[in-house]
C-alpha cells in the first residue's frame, strides 16, 4: 500500500520529474501544438515519458496539464484531465511504482493578469482553478502542484481553488528572477508568508533560472519557510542552436548544484525546462547520500502585502499602523465614505506612507453604508496603487472574510478578544485564509482594569487559538488603552501589560496610542510622551496618525536611541533640514515679510537704508499701517512692525505653520510632512512639494484625479505642454522606479491606467485637431503560445508613451506578423513567447522578417527569453521588462528610424 505523501515529505529525500515540453518535442510535439491534447492523440507517448522519470527514480511526477483550463479547452477539458490522471496512474503500474511514486496534479498559470491589472477577476481564477481540480482529484491524483505561478494574486487563487475543492496536499513553486523578484514584486519572504498563512504543504522555487541562480533564492526560502522546500530548475539557461532550444548545463554539473542546494535545506528537488531522465538520474545519486535537514524557519511574526513584509516583535523595531482610514472622528473621511470617494480614501493611505507608517489600518464601519462591500472595495483599491501590508479593522465577520479573501498577502486583522463566541467567527478565517490577528485583553467580563487579568485573557486566547491551528507567532496582543481622564491609573495598568505580554508571555503587543488622551488639552503631548514610555516597555505595535509630527518624533528619536535605526537612516532621512521651531517662525516669517516687501515693489536693500531694521520691532498687529503714501510710490511707513502687521492682516493665506496647513497660503508656511494644498480639503490627491497634481496621481496610479487635474490644467495650459510637461516625465519616474525595483508591476500598471485617463482628457480637448504619433509597432505573441500578459503590459505602455500599437493577439502564425509588417510599413516588432516549445516560432518569425522586411526591427521577450539567446536568434533588442522596450523604441522614433 501506498504511503501517504505527507508522511514522508520532509522526512525522507523525494524527488520531482524534470521538464516536459522538451521530452515531447523529441518525441514529436510541433511548434504551436499544445501538449495536453496528447493525452487523446498520442497517450503511448506520454506514457513513455512517465515512465521514463520513474525509471529514472523520480517520486513525484506531473501529469499532463500544466496549460489544462477552460480558457484553452472550453469543450473537452474534463476529457483532457481525466486522461491526463489516468495515463499517469498507469505509467507508475507499468513502471512498477505503484507503492512509492505519487501523482501530482500538474496546475499552471491562466496566461492571464488577474484585476485591476488584467480583465480576469480572483473569483473567476479560482473558479476556472477550481474545475480543473475537481475533475484531478476525482480521477486518483494524489496531491496537487501548482507551479510556474509569476504573480501572488494567481498563486492565491490557485490555493484557495485546491483547498476549497479537495483534501488532498498542496505543494506550490513560484517563479523569481535573478533579483529575486516575481512579475508583480513578490519576494521569496512575502510568498512564504502568504502561502504558509494559506496552509500550502510545501512551497519552492521553479523555472526561468538555472540550479547556480536559484542557489541565492533558495537561501531565502529556507531561512523563512517552516514548511518543505521544493526546488526544480531548469537545465541552466537557455540558447538556440541549429534551430533548438537547449541548456547550457550538462546532467553532471546540474546534479552538483543540486548537491549544494539539497545543503541549504531544500527538502525535494527535481528539474524544470530542459530537464531529461539523465538529469534527474543524476541528481538522485548526488542527493540521496547528503543528511536531509527539517525546515529551518525561525519563529517569527510576519505580516504581507504582495510585495512587502513586516516583521511584529522580538528583534523588529517597533511598527507604525497608520489610523486615518477610519471613520471615529473624523467628519471628512466619514462623508468621503457615505459619498463613495474612493479617491479620497486612497489618498488618506498614500498620505501615510509617505509620512512613514509600516501598515495601514483599514476600518470603513459606518451605519449609512454597505460595510461587507465597501470594506472589499477600499482593500482592493489600496494594494493596487501601494505595498504596505493593510490591517482589515471590522467587527463584521462577512467584511472581514470577503477582505481577507481578496487581500494579495498575509493581512494583520483587527481583532479578536477573549470572548469565545468571538473567537469562534474569527479564528476559522485567520485559519483559512492566514494572518496575524489582533486580541484585546478582554472578554465576557469585560475590560479588567488590572494587568494580571488582562494577561490571563491573553494566556487564554492563545491557547484557544492553538485549538484551531494558529500558531503563537499569529497573535498579537492588545493591552488595552483607555482614557486617563476617566481613570488616572489606566496609564500604568496598560503599560504594565505591555511589559508583561513582552516578558512573561514572550509574545507581541499592540495599542491604538491616542485612546489614551480623551477629553484632555494638549493630546498631542499626552500621546507623545505615553507613546515613548509604551515603547520603552516593549510595545511592538502603535496604532497612531502617522503625519502628527510629535508622534513620529518620538518614535524615530526612541530607535535612533534603541539600536534600532541602523546608521540612523531613517531618523537622519526624516529630520537632516530639521529647524528648531523658533528657527521654523522666524523663516516663515521673514518669507512672507518679502512677499508683501515684493507686493509694494520695495526691496529689502531698500528698506534697510532708510535705516529701518526688518525684524525686531512690534507694531500693529491688525494690519499695515501704510500711511498717505501707500496707494504710489510715496512715503510708505514700512517699519519692521508695520511690515508684520501687512503680512497679519494679509488673510488666512498668511502663517500655517503645522503639518496640516492648507488653503491657498499654506505652501510658503508649511513645514510640515511635504504634502501641501490639498490634504484634507476633498479635492483628491495632495501635492507633494515641487510637483502638479496631474504628476502625482499619475505616479500614485488614481485614474479619476489624473483626468480632473487634467481637466484643470487645460484651463490654462496647451495640451501638447501637459503631455511633454507632466504626462511623459511622470511615466518616466515610474518606469525608472520599475527597471530600479523600487516600483512593481501592480503600480506600473496603475500609473499606466492614470496616464490613460489623462490622455482621454487630452485628446477629447485636441478633437479635430492632428495628433501626432511617434510610430507604429506591432505586438504579438508568436505561433502556439497563449500567453499574452507580457505583450499586453508592453502594449499598455507603449500607447502611453505615444506610439500606435497594432496588437495580432496570441497564437499568431510567422507568415500573418510578416505580411502585416509589409502591409503597413511598420519597422518595429515585438514578439513574445512563454513556454519553449514556442521560441522556435519566433526564431521562424525573426528570419521571416528580416528576409522580407529587411528594415524592420524586432525586439522579443517572455520568460524563457534571455539576452544571448535573444542574440542567437537574430533579435535586434532583448526587451527583459517593459520599459525596456518603450527605451528601445524611443531611441528608433529619436533616430528617425520608426
Same mark, same amino acid.
Given at each position: 500500500m501506498r504511503k501517504n505523501i505527507m508522511d514522508r515529505i520532509g522526512r525522507e529525500w523525494l524527488f520531482f520529474d524534470g521538464g516536459t515540453g522538451s521530452i515531447l518535442q523529441e518525441k514529436g510535439l510541433q511548434p504551436g501544438e499544445l501538449p495536453e491534447t496528447w493525452n487523446l492523440l498520442h497517450p503511448d507517448r506520454i506514457l513513455d515519458l512517465h515512465r521514463g522519470y520513474l525509471e529514472a527514480g523520480a517520486d513525484i511526477y506531473n501529469t499532463n496539464t500544466f496549460g489544462a483550463n477552460r480558457l484553452k479547452f472550453p @469543450?473537452? =477539458? +474534463? @476529457?483532457?484531465?481525466?486522461?491526463?490522471?489516468? =495515463?499517469?496512474k498507469e505509467a507508475r503500474t507499468q513502471a512498477g511504482r505503484d507503492e512509492d511514486a505519487y501523482v501530482a496534479l500538474d496546475i499552471g498559470p491562466t496566461g492571464k493578469l %488577474? !484585476? /485591476?491589472?488584467? +480583465? %480576469?477577476?480572483?473569483?473567476?481564477a479560482v473558479d476556472i482553478f477550481g474545475e480543473?481540480? &475537481?475533475?484531478?482529484?476525482?480521477?486518483?491524483?494524489? $496531491?496537487v502542484l501548482i507551479e510556474t505561478m509569476n504573480d501572488s494574486y494567481e498563486a492565491k487563487a490557485a490555493v484557495l481553488a485546491a483547498k476549497e475543492n479537495c483534501d488532498l496536499p498542496v505543494f506550490i513553486t513560484c517563479v523569481f528572477d535573478g533579483s529575486g523578484k516575481m512579475l508583480t514584486g513578490g519576494t521569496p519572504e512575502s510568498m512564504v508568508a502568504m502561502l504558509e498563512g494559506l496552509g500550502v504543504d510545501a512551497l519552492g522555487v521553479n523555472c526561468s533560472l538555472g540550479p547556480a541562480q536559484m542557489i541565492p533564492i533558495v537561501e531565502r526560502l529556507v531561512k523563512a519557510a517552516h514548511v518543505?522546500? =521544493?526546488?526544480?530548475?531548469n537545465a541552466g539557461l537557455p540558447k538556440s542552436v541549429d534551430g533548438r532550444t537547449v541548456y547550457d548545463v550538462d546532467p553532471e554539473a546540474f546534479a552538483g548544484y543540486m548537491k549544494q542546494i539539497a545543503a541549504l535545506g531544500a527538502a525535494a528537488v527535481g528539474g524544470c525546462c530542459g530537464t531529461t531522465p539523465d538529469y534527474i538520474r543524476a541528481e538522485i545519486a548526488a542527493v540521496r547520500p547528503l543528511p536531509l535537514l527539517p525546515p529551518q524557519g525561525r519563529e517569527q511574526t510576519v505580516i504581507a502585502s504582495f510585495s512587502r513584509t513586516v516583521e511584529i516583535g522580538r528583534?523588529? *523595531?517597533?511598527?507604525?499602523?497608520? @489610523?486615518?482610514?477610519?471613520?471615529?472622528?473624523?467628519? *471628512?473621511?466619514?462623508q468621503a465614505l457615505v459619498d463613495h470617494d474612493i479617491d479620497y480614501i486612497v489618498d488618506q493611505g498614500l498620505q501615510q506612507e509617505d509620512a512613514g507608517a509600516d501598515v495601514l489600518d483599514v476600518n470603513v464601519g459606518t451605519p449609512e453604508i454597505n460595510e461587507v462591500e465597501l470594506l472589499d472595495e477600499v482593500v482592493c483599491r489600496l494594494q493596487s496603487v501601494l505595498a504596505l501590508p493593510l490591517q482589515i479593522d471590522t467587527s463584521n465577520p462577512e467584511a472581514m472574510e470577503r477582505a481577507l479573501r481578496h487581500y494579495n498577502g498575509k493581512a494583520l486583522i483587527n481583532s479578536v478578544n477573549g470572548k469565545q463566541e468571538v473567537m469562534a467567527e474569527v479564528f476559522p478565517l485567520v485559519k483559512k485564509y492566514g494572518g496575524v490577528v489582533v486580541a484585546l485583553a478582554l472578554d465576557e467580563g469585560?475590560?479588567?482594569?488590572?494587568?494580571?487579568?488582562?494577561? *490571563?485573557?491573553?494566556?487564554?486566547?492563545? !491557547?484557544? !487559538?492553538?485549538?484551531?491551528?494558529?500558531? &503563537? @507567532?499569529?497573535? #498579537?496582543?492588545?493591552? %488595552?488603552?483607555?482614557? #486617563?481622564?476617566?481613570? /488616572?491609573?489606566?496609564?500604568?495598568?496598560? %503599560?504594565?501589560?505591555?511589559?508583561r505580554i513582552r516578558d512573561e508571555l514572550g509574545g507581541s503587543s499592540i495599542l491604538g496610542v491616542s485612546n489614551i488622551s480623551f477629553g484632555l488639552p494638549a493630546r498631542e503631548l499626552i500621546n507623545a510622551y505615553f507613546f515613548e514610555m509604551a515603547l520603552q516597555n516593549g510595545l511592538s505595535c502603535a496604532i497612531i496618525n502617522p503625519n502628527n509630527k510629535a508622534m513620529m518624533q518620538a518614535y524615530r528619536a526612541f530607535c535612533a536611541l534603541t539600536n534600532q535605526d541602523e546608521n540612523f537612516q531613517n531618523f537622519i532621512t526624516a529630520y537632516a533640514g530639521y529647524k528648531s521651531p523658533d528657527k521654523q517662525v522666524s523663516d516663515a516669517l521673514t518669507a512672507y515679510k518679502t512677499r508683501v516687501l515684493n507686493a509694494l515693489g520695495v526691496s529689502a536693500g531698500d528698506l534697510q537704508a532708510t535705516g529701518r531694521p526688518l525684524g525686531g520691532a512690534t507694531g500693529n498687529a491688525g494690519g499695515a499701517s501704510l500711511?498717505?503714501?501707500?496707494?504710489?510710490?510715496?512715503?510708505?511707513?514700512?517699519?519692521?512692525?508695520?511690515?508684520?502687521?501687512? #503680512?497679519?492682516?494679509?488673510?488666512?493665506?498668511?502663517?500655517?505653520?503645522?503639518?496640516?496647513?492648507?488653503? !491657498?497660503?499654506?505652501?510658503?508656511?508649511?513645514?510640515?510632512?511635504?504634502?501641501?494644498?490639498?490634504?484634507?480639503?476633498?479635492?483628491?490627491?495632495?501635492? $507633494?512639494?515641487?510637483?502638479? &497634481?496631474?504628476?502625482?496621481?499619475?505616479?500614485?496610479?488614481?485614474?479619476?484625479?489624473?483626468?480632473?487635474?487634467? *481637466?484643470e490644467a487645460l484651463l490654462t495650459r496647451n495640451a501638447l505642454d501637459i503631455i511633454n510637461q507632466d504626462l511623459v516625465p511622470a511615466l518616466d519616474v515610474v518606469g525608472q522606479g520599475f527597471e530600479k525595483g523600487t516600483v512593481f508591476l501592480p503600480q506600473l500598471l496603475m500609473a499606466a491606467e492614470a496616464a490613460k485617463a489623462a490622455f482621454a482628457v487630452v485628446k477629447e480637448s485636441m478633437a479635430g485637431s492632428a495628433q501626432e504619433s511617434k510610430g507604429r509597432v506591432i505586438l504579438a505573441t508568436v505561433k502556439g503560445d497563449i500567453h499574452d500578459i507580457g505583450k499586453n503590459i508592453v502594449k499598455v505602455l507603449l500607447e502611453n508613451y505615444g506610439y500606435d500599437v497594432i496588437d495580432l493577439g496570441k497564437d499568431v502564425p510567422p507568415e500573418t506578423i510578416v505580411e502585416t509588417a509589409l502591409r503597413e510599413n511598420i519597422r518595429l516588432v515585438g514578439l513574445s513567447a512563454l513556454m519553449t516549445t514556442t521560441v522556435v516560432n519566433m526564431e521562424e518569425t525573426i528570419r521571416q522578417l528580416h528576409e522580407q522586411k529587411p528594415d524592420c526591427r524586432i525586439v522579443v521577450g517572455g520568460a524563457v527569453m534571455t539576452q544571448d539567446y535573444a542574440d542567437k536568434i537574430g533579435a535586434d533588442c532583448y526587451g527583459r521588462d517593459a520599459m525596456t522596450t518603450v527605451r528601445y523604441a524611443d531611441e528608433l522614433a529619436e533616430r528617425g528610424e520608426l
Amino acid at each position: 500500500m501506498r504511503k501517504n505523501i505527507m508522511d514522508r515529505i520532509g522526512r525522507e529525500w523525494l524527488f520531482f520529474d524534470g521538464g516536459t515540453g522538451s521530452i515531447l518535442q523529441e518525441k514529436g510535439l510541433q511548434p504551436g501544438e499544445l501538449p495536453e491534447t496528447w493525452n487523446l492523440l498520442h497517450p503511448d507517448r506520454i506514457l513513455d515519458l512517465h515512465r521514463g522519470y520513474l525509471e529514472a527514480g523520480a517520486d513525484i511526477y506531473n501529469t499532463n496539464t500544466f496549460g489544462a483550463n477552460r480558457l484553452k479547452f472550453p @469543450e473537452n =477539458l +474534463d @476529457e483532457i484531465v481525466t486522461a491526463a490522471v489516468k =495515463l499517469a496512474k498507469e505509467a507508475r503500474t507499468q513502471a512498477g511504482r505503484d507503492e512509492d511514486a505519487y501523482v501530482a496534479l500538474d496546475i499552471g498559470p491562466t496566461g492571464k493578469l %488577474l !484585476a /485591476p491589472m488584467g +480583465d %480576469l477577476s480572483f473569483d473567476d481564477a479560482v473558479d476556472i482553478f477550481g474545475e480543473v481540480v &475537481r475533475i484531478g482529484a476525482r480521477e486518483g491524483a494524489d $496531491l496537487v502542484l501548482i507551479e510556474t505561478m509569476n504573480d501572488s494574486y494567481e498563486a492565491k487563487a490557485a490555493v484557495l481553488a485546491a483547498k476549497e475543492n479537495c483534501d488532498l496536499p498542496v505543494f506550490i513553486t513560484c517563479v523569481f528572477d535573478g533579483s529575486g523578484k516575481m512579475l508583480t514584486g513578490g519576494t521569496p519572504e512575502s510568498m512564504v508568508a502568504m502561502l504558509e498563512g494559506l496552509g500550502v504543504d510545501a512551497l519552492g522555487v521553479n523555472c526561468s533560472l538555472g540550479p547556480a541562480q536559484m542557489i541565492p533564492i533558495v537561501e531565502r526560502l529556507v531561512k523563512a519557510a517552516h514548511v518543505p522546500v =521544493l526546488v526544480n530548475p531548469n537545465a541552466g539557461l537557455p540558447k538556440s542552436v541549429d534551430g533548438r532550444t537547449v541548456y547550457d548545463v550538462d546532467p553532471e554539473a546540474f546534479a552538483g548544484y543540486m548537491k549544494q542546494i539539497a545543503a541549504l535545506g531544500a527538502a525535494a528537488v527535481g528539474g524544470c525546462c530542459g530537464t531529461t531522465p539523465d538529469y534527474i538520474r543524476a541528481e538522485i545519486a548526488a542527493v540521496r547520500p547528503l543528511p536531509l535537514l527539517p525546515p529551518q524557519g525561525r519563529e517569527q511574526t510576519v505580516i504581507a502585502s504582495f510585495s512587502r513584509t513586516v516583521e511584529i516583535g522580538r528583534a523588529a *523595531r517597533p511598527v507604525i499602523i497608520g @489610523e486615518r482610514i477610519n471613520p471615529t472622528g473624523k467628519k *471628512r473621511f466619514k462623508q468621503a465614505l457615505v459619498d463613495h470617494d474612493i479617491d479620497y480614501i486612497v489618498d488618506q493611505g498614500l498620505q501615510q506612507e509617505d509620512a512613514g507608517a509600516d501598515v495601514l489600518d483599514v476600518n470603513v464601519g459606518t451605519p449609512e453604508i454597505n460595510e461587507v462591500e465597501l470594506l472589499d472595495e477600499v482593500v482592493c483599491r489600496l494594494q493596487s496603487v501601494l505595498a504596505l501590508p493593510l490591517q482589515i479593522d471590522t467587527s463584521n465577520p462577512e467584511a472581514m472574510e470577503r477582505a481577507l479573501r481578496h487581500y494579495n498577502g498575509k493581512a494583520l486583522i483587527n481583532s479578536v478578544n477573549g470572548k469565545q463566541e468571538v473567537m469562534a467567527e474569527v479564528f476559522p478565517l485567520v485559519k483559512k485564509y492566514g494572518g496575524v490577528v489582533v486580541a484585546l485583553a478582554l472578554d465576557e467580563g469585560g475590560i479588567p482594569d488590572n494587568a494580571d487579568d488582562r494577561i *490571563r485573557i491573553a494566556e487564554k486566547i492563545y !491557547a484557544t !487559538a492553538a485549538e484551531y491551528g494558529i500558531r &503563537r @507567532e499569529d497573535i #498579537v496582543i492588545d493591552g %488595552l488603552c483607555m482614557t #486617563v481622564s476617566s481613570d /488616572p491609573h489606566s496609564a500604568l495598568v496598560t %503599560l504594565e501589560t505591555i511589559r508583561r505580554i513582552r516578558d512573561e508571555l514572550g509574545g507581541s503587543s499592540i495599542l491604538g496610542v491616542s485612546n489614551i488622551s480623551f477629553g484632555l488639552p494638549a493630546r498631542e503631548l499626552i500621546n507623545a510622551y505615553f507613546f515613548e514610555m509604551a515603547l520603552q516597555n516593549g510595545l511592538s505595535c502603535a496604532i497612531i496618525n502617522p503625519n502628527n509630527k510629535a508622534m513620529m518624533q518620538a518614535y524615530r528619536a526612541f530607535c535612533a536611541l534603541t539600536n534600532q535605526d541602523e546608521n540612523f537612516q531613517n531618523f537622519i532621512t526624516a529630520y537632516a533640514g530639521y529647524k528648531s521651531p523658533d528657527k521654523q517662525v522666524s523663516d516663515a516669517l521673514t518669507a512672507y515679510k518679502t512677499r508683501v516687501l515684493n507686493a509694494l515693489g520695495v526691496s529689502a536693500g531698500d528698506l534697510q537704508a532708510t535705516g529701518r531694521p526688518l525684524g525686531g520691532a512690534t507694531g500693529n498687529a491688525g494690519g499695515a499701517s501704510l500711511g498717505p503714501g501707500a496707494a504710489g510710490t510715496g512715503a510708505t511707513d514700512l517699519s519692521a512692525g508695520n511690515v508684520s502687521g501687512a #503680512v497679519a492682516g494679509a488673510g488666512a493665506a498668511g502663517a500655517g505653520f503645522g503639518a496640516g496647513a492648507t488653503g !491657498a497660503g499654506a505652501n510658503a508656511g508649511s513645514f510640515g510632512s511635504g504634502r501641501a494644498a490639498g490634504a484634507d480639503d476633498g479635492r483628491g490627491p495632495g501635492v $507633494l512639494a515641487g510637483k502638479s &497634481r496631474l504628476v502625482e496621481a499619475i505616479e500614485r496610479g488614481m485614474a479619476k484625479p489624473a483626468a480632473e487635474a487634467t *481637466r484643470e490644467a487645460l484651463l490654462t495650459r496647451n495640451a501638447l505642454d501637459i503631455i511633454n510637461q507632466d504626462l511623459v516625465p511622470a511615466l518616466d519616474v515610474v518606469g525608472q522606479g520599475f527597471e530600479k525595483g523600487t516600483v512593481f508591476l501592480p503600480q506600473l500598471l496603475m500609473a499606466a491606467e492614470a496616464a490613460k485617463a489623462a490622455f482621454a482628457v487630452v485628446k477629447e480637448s485636441m478633437a479635430g485637431s492632428a495628433q501626432e504619433s511617434k510610430g507604429r509597432v506591432i505586438l504579438a505573441t508568436v505561433k502556439g503560445d497563449i500567453h499574452d500578459i507580457g505583450k499586453n503590459i508592453v502594449k499598455v505602455l507603449l500607447e502611453n508613451y505615444g506610439y500606435d500599437v497594432i496588437d495580432l493577439g496570441k497564437d499568431v502564425p510567422p507568415e500573418t506578423i510578416v505580411e502585416t509588417a509589409l502591409r503597413e510599413n511598420i519597422r518595429l516588432v515585438g514578439l513574445s513567447a512563454l513556454m519553449t516549445t514556442t521560441v522556435v516560432n519566433m526564431e521562424e518569425t525573426i528570419r521571416q522578417l528580416h528576409e522580407q522586411k529587411p528594415d524592420c526591427r524586432i525586439v522579443v521577450g517572455g520568460a524563457v527569453m534571455t539576452q544571448d539567446y535573444a542574440d542567437k536568434i537574430g533579435a535586434d533588442c532583448y526587451g527583459r521588462d517593459a520599459m525596456t522596450t518603450v527605451r528601445y523604441a524611443d531611441e528608433l522614433a529619436e533616430r528617425g528610424e520608426l
